[in-house]
């Protein structure tokens, strides 16, 4: 059927009532193929006799004979009409237009006057989308607060829309317009309404908002973005206002065009988008769009949870007739008030029955570990520090710059999440290298292992760095069995003439950095890998994963990993606090991670505003679903050339103290060979929690997701029994220069004691 074209008397798509005077119908009415005749005149002249004689109740003395007398008098003037109804076959004969109106609105005085009821019978309404915009224009018809109404929409019923839409399966397959136009029809034959069954396009825009009268309010709840920035623009340009229901939280846009048409768009929420740009987007990039617009961190935490979840394990957003109905009344309410001149603002408005009628219970989950301890008091451990080692040592009597060298070294050294859990301290010629237990306090920390392996790469580094300046480096590992729990090691400088200068292991070392980015598949040079296998200490081994099918069974664990940190409490928090913004937010903190360093797409920081939320991510979590959280660290890392595990057969401080030197040379060996080198051992971290501390998982379903992990994790790289825990990274070439991560100022990581 093209645009408002007239369907066939008994096609299914019709959806006009056909009027009759009493003497036409009675010549018509054998061609109509009736299934019922109704004659309502008798019961609605009673109404009318009622509405028009309050006075005269029932009990009074001659309500009967003036009751009769009214209705032999209206049935005699022969003003009803006969109303067909195709799609019922069914045929009705009720009072004319003025008495039908009259009747009908009667419950509306007071609420509206006779003067606001016939303002109101003036007003036209188009209403794009027909899942909300059903209920918005069924609600308005039965108010009668417009009396024509231009509905579009091209999508057909299907009975997953009858959650929401009122309809019943027997208009399953047909247009939503008509199913619409019939309820309005039946509701109130003298209303005019007029079907779009195409929808809403460039071509018909104008026919919409203008054909017969421009529209006094256009009503968006269609989903395509276009359609909704294209209206906007044209419904702006001729001074139409625009009402928009998200059936989310109560949510009601309006913007008052007719009354500010230099208003932005969606309150400039769309930002540079026009029509003519967003028809060269491709879906996934009118994603961070479509959530500006809707302000995603205010959406309900469901509905975010579920976004989640879209073309995993369902394949649109979902909403209820709950929702859908509030949108309805919201939306048919200020429509008529925006008609009366009672509304005139613009604005975003939330009617959110879960804060109205809040269930005040709280989550009985306690997730174990949170509590953060404090920081040592550095001053106080300084006084300590000078007491147990009494006089200083002057071994290499080192200069102001030798020192600033030598820290500026080793705070660059790489660390989980970039947290920097160290803090240095130099008493003559020793240093003496700390645990910093709250900034090194994480849910991946298990047992230290991570602050453990950092502070070797910060040993290896300083090692590197005083090779440089001809110095000797003599390091003791405290592990915590001195004076101080949290003192790991103890290093000694010396003047060494015949130590080399190895200024190429120093270059690498500012080098080398994480490289985020998504990488080439190419094979790494296998002179990389020899070169590696001398880097390791006793009780350390390597296995290497070059297949592109090991590879991408490999990704599919960084993704479960990130699936499990995500649904965790803890975890979660641990993976926000961690994360910086933007390049401001990074350098400010000087520490975390930038998400610009990720290589992500305008969707993929969208998704993260959505996974700030913990309780968004609390839903999925309990739903035992978050399968879409898998999709960046998954597809990020089988853009590698190889993954590398180096694996220990200890996890004692010192023994993973030694892991994290192998690590930093080998990482500062891939700056020489020019390859990226990231990190992507989160899953061992998860794997060695629960073996070790089960309880402190959120769901069983995590655990045993782990549980299989490991035994993948096993077969991919070969493991010997006597394995206990492996750091694994991704190698891959790269043209492109990963930005580098800021580090905190040296005041905050570095005490210089002086005697």
């Given at each position: 059927?093209?645009?408002?074209?007239?369907?066939?008397?008994?096609?299914?798509?019709?959806?006009?009532?056909?009027?009759?005077?009493?003497?036409?119908?009675?010549?018509?009415?054998?061609?109509?193929?009736?299934?019922?005749?109704?004659?309502?005149?008798?019961?609605?002249?009673?109404?009318?006799?009622?509405?028009?004689?309050?006075?005269?109740?029932?009990?009074?003395?001659?309500?009967?004979?003036?009751?009769?007398?009214?209705?032999?008098?209206?049935?005699?003037?022969?003003?009803?009409?006969?109303?067909?109804?195709?799609?019922?076959?069914?045929?009705?004969?009720?009072?004319?237009?003025?008495?039908?109106?009259?009747?009908?609105?009667?419950?509306?005085?007071?609420?509206?006057?006779?003067?606001?009821?016939?303002?109101?019978?003036?007003?036209?309404?188009?209403?794009?989308?027909?899942?909300?915009?059903?209920?918005?224009?069924?609600?308005?018809?039965?108010?009668?607060?417009?009396?024509?109404?231009?509905?579009?929409?091209?999508?057909?019923?299907?009975?997953?829309?009858?959650?929401?839409?009122?309809?019943?399966?027997?208009?399953?397959?047909?247009?939503?317009?008509?199913?619409?136009?019939?309820?309005?029809?039946?509701?109130?034959?003298?209303?005019?309404?007029?079907?779009?069954?195409?929808?809403?396009?460039?071509?018909n825009l104008d026919q919409f908002l203008l054909d017969g009268g421009k529209l006094d309010l256009l009503v968006d709840e269609c989903d395509g973005l276009d359609i909704k920035i294209l209206a906007r623009h044209r419904a702006r340009e001729l001074k139409i206002p625009v009402l928009m229901d998200t059936s989310d939280r109560g949510?009601?846009?309006?913007?008052?065009?007719?009354?500010?048409?230099?208003?932005?768009?969606?309150?400039?929420?769309?930002?540079?988008l026009n029509p003519d740009r967003i028809a060269h987007l491709t879906n996934e990039e009118k994603i961070p769009y479509i959530l500006d617009m809707v302000d995603a961190e205010n959406m309900s935490t469901r509905l975010k949870a579920s976004m989640l979840e879209v073309q995993q394990t369902i394949n649109t957003w979902p909403?209820?007739?709950?929702?859908?109905?509030?949108?309805?009344?919201?939306?048919?309410?200020?429509?008529?008030?925006?008609?009366?001149?009672?509304?005139?603002?613009?604005?975003?408005?939330?009617?959110?029955?879960?804060?109205?009628i809040a269930d005040k219970k709280q989550d009985s989950f306690q997730q174990p570990g949170t509590d953060i301890p404090a920081s040592d008091d550095w001053n106080v451990v300084a006084a300590t520090l000078k007491k147990s080692v009494g006089q200083p040592i002057k071994s290499a009597n080192l200069s102001d710059a030798e020192i600033d060298f030598l820290v500026r070294s080793v705070v660059i050294a790489p660390s989980g999440g970039n947290v920097q859990p160290w803090h240095w301290m130099l008493y003559g010629d020793e240093f003496f290298l700390f645990i910093d237990r709250e900034r090194a306090h994480s849910f991946l920390d298990i047992d230290h292992l991570g602050t453990f392996i950092a502070h070797g790469a910060a040993l290896q580094n300083f090692r590197i760095a005083a090779k440089a300046l001809g110095l000797e480096a003599e390091v003791s590992y405290i592990c915590g069995q001195s004076f101080h729990s949290d003192l790991l090691a103890r290093i000694t400088v010396k003047r060494n003439a015949n130590e080399p200068v190895r200024l190429s292991d120093l270059e690498n070392l500012f080098?080398?950095?994480?490289?985020?980015?998504?990488?080439?598949v190419e094979p790494i040079d296998q002179k990389f890998f020899e070169e590696s296998f001398h880097c390791l200490s006793d009780l350390q081994q390597i296995s290497v994963l070059q297949t592109r099918e090991h590879i991408c069974e490999y990704s599919r664990l960084t993704g479960v990993a990130d699936r499990i940190r995500l649904t965790v409490p803890w975890a979660h928090s641990d993976f926000m606090k961690e994360t910086r913004w933007n390049d401001a937010h990074a350098r400010s903190t000087g520490d975390g991670i930038d998400i610009e360093t990720l290589e992500l797409t305008r969707s993929d920081v969208a998704a993260f505003r959505i996974l700030k939320d913990w309780n968004t991510l609390k839903w999925i979590a309990d739903w035992g679903l978050g399968s879409g959280l898998e999709?960046?660290?998954?597809?990020?890392?089988?853009?590698?050339?190889?993954?590398?595990?180096?694996?220990?057969?200890?996890?004692?401080?010192?023994?993973?103290?030694?892991?994290?030197?192998?690590?930093?040379?080998?990482?500062?060996?891939?700056?020489?060979?020019?390859?990226?080198?990231?990190?992507?051992?989160?899953?061992?971290?998860?794997?060695?929690?629960?073996?070790?501390?089960?309880?402190?998982?959120?769901?069983?379903?995590q655990r045993l997701l782990l549980h299989n992990a490991r035994q993948s994790l096993f077969d991919?790289?070969?493991?010997?029994?006597?394995?206990?825990?492996?750091?694994?990274?991704?190698?891959?070439?790269?043209?492109?220069?990963?930005?580098?991560?800021?580090?905190?100022?040296?005041?905050?990581?570095?005490?210089?004691?002086?005697?």
């Open positions: 059927m093209k645009q408002n074209e007239e369907p066939e008397l008994f096609s299914d798509e019709n959806w006009k009532p056909l009027i009759f005077a009493n003497e036409e119908f009675e010549s018509q009415k054998n061609r109509l193929n009736l299934i019922e005749i109704r004659d309502l005149r008798l019961s609605l002249y009673k109404e009318l006799f009622k509405l028009s004689f309050p006075e005269i109740t029932s009990k009074h003395k001659d309500f009967l004979s003036k009751s009769d007398a009214f209705i032999h008098e209206k049935i005699s003037e022969e003003s009803a009409v006969w109303v067909y109804y195709p799609w019922k076959k069914v045929a009705c004969c009720i009072p004319g237009k003025e008495d039908f109106v009259k009747i009908r609105t009667s419950r509306n005085q007071y609420k509206l006057t006779p003067e606001e009821q016939a303002a109101l019978s003036q007003k036209k309404v188009g209403i794009i989308g027909l899942s909300v915009g059903q209920t918005i224009a069924v609600t308005m018809a039965m108010e009668r607060s417009a009396t024509e109404f231009r509905l579009a929409d091209f999508d057909e019923l299907e009975l997953s829309n009858i959650n929401r839409l009122r309809s019943g399966i027997h208009n399953i397959g047909l247009k939503k317009v008509v199913i619409a136009a019939r309820e309005i029809a039946e509701i109130d034959p003298f209303i005019v309404v007029k079907i779009f069954p195409a929808g809403i396009t460039r071509k949510m009601l846009d309006v913007e008052r065009f007719d009354l500010e048409p230099e208003r932005p768009i969606l309150h400039g929420l769309a930002g540079d909403q209820l007739a709950s929702s859908v109905f509030l949108g309805g009344a919201l939306g048919a309410d200020t429509a008529r008030r925006i008609f009366l001149n009672q509304f005139t603002q613009s604005g975003r408005y939330y009617v959110d029955f879960e804060q109205l080098e080398r950095h994480t490289n985020r980015l998504k990488g080439s999709k960046l660290s998954r597809e990020t890392t089988e853009r590698s050339g190889a993954i590398m595990m180096v694996y220990s057969a200890q996890t004692d401080p010192e023994n993973m103290v030694r892991l994290g030197e192998t690590i930093e040379k080998i990482w500062i060996l891939a700056a020489k060979y020019r390859i990226g080198f990231q990190p992507v051992s989160p899953i061992t971290f998860l794997i060695y929690r629960n073996e070790h501390y089960p309880e402190t998982f959120y769901k069983e379903w991919l790289f070969q493991l010997p029994d006597y394995y206990r825990f492996g750091f694994v990274f991704r190698l891959f070439k790269s043209d492109k220069v990963a930005k580098k991560s800021y580090r905190l100022p040296l005041h905050q990581v570095f005490t210089h004691l002086k005697k």
